[in-house]
């Protein structure tokens, strides 16, 4: 079992749509998620971080925790053209600082 | 924001060379540095941690004797690819733990395109 598992995609959504994409993780005692987008050819740039339980929104991003089931969400409101990019969903385990990604989710918008 | 730079963006080297890349945390003091490699198409893969004053720790199936880690200081680490061969290009990219932040507080430098011919 990965230990940070995203569906690859692509997942195509047309603009202005919302943009759903999901997480799972299998270190049980990590306690901080991150999602992460990286466009062709750059390094990833952080969206989000979230710590507790529930959902936590920042403009059109809003992610969400559920450590019981051991799963993060992202959700993209009113997606845009240029939200098409990879988003890497990330976790830090537990005990230390060491930050593992997922293989990342492909998200296309269409204009 | 803080901001880590990465040294060079891009480098074309013959197979048996060894390259040097270095990364900065231009505006804050990283006790802690990260080195990631990116195949096309595939995530980051976490190589080793570099931590200041001490040596790295590398992750499983990354050979110490071949990615040599400096962290001399709070603000440069090195990663040395040693006796490069053609299955090293790769995109790698360092991260920055900010010393005086949280947990989640790191940051990413652009990378560093590494082919071998």
């Known amino acids: 079992q990965k230990e940070v598992e995203q569906n690859s995609g692509p997942l195509s959504v047309p603009e202005g749509a919302i943009a759903s994409l999901n997480c799972t993780y299998s270190?049980?005692?990590?306690?901080?998620f991150f999602w992460y987008r990286q466009y062709s050819g750059k390094s990833p740039e952080l969206i989000m971080s979230?710590?507790?339980?529930g959902d936590k929104e920042d403009g059109r991003f809003t992610a969400q925790l559920n450590k019981a089931s051991q799963y993060v969400s992202l959700l993209i409101r009113d997606s845009q053209p240029s939200d098409s990019a990879t988003y890497l969903c990330a976790v830090n385990k537990a005990g230390g600082f060491k930050t593992i990604f997922g293989a990342g989710t492909r998200l296309f918008v269409k204009a | 924001g803080a901001v880590v730079s990465q040294h060079p963006s891009r480098v074309i080297c013959k197979s048996g060379t060894s390259v040097k890349i270095e990364c900065r945390s231009l505006d804050f003091q990283a006790t802690t540095m990260f080195w990631y490699r990116q195949f096309p198409k595939q995530s980051l893969m976490l190589m080793a941690t570099?931590?200041?004053?001490?040596?790295?720790?590398?992750e499983q199936g990354v050979e110490k004797d071949k990615f040599l880690i400096n962290h001399a200081s709070l603000t440069l680490s090195t990663l040395t690819v040693t006796s490069a061969h053609p299955e090293d290009s790769s995109f790698y990219i360092c991260s920055a733990r900010d010393f005086a932040g949280s947990e989640g507080d790191r940051y990413f430098g652009p990378g560093t395109r590494l082919t071998v011919t």
């Open positions: 570099s931590n200041e004053g001490s040596k790295a720790t590398y």
């Open positions: 270190d049980r005692g990590s306690q901080s």
């Open positions: 979230i710590y507790s339980n």
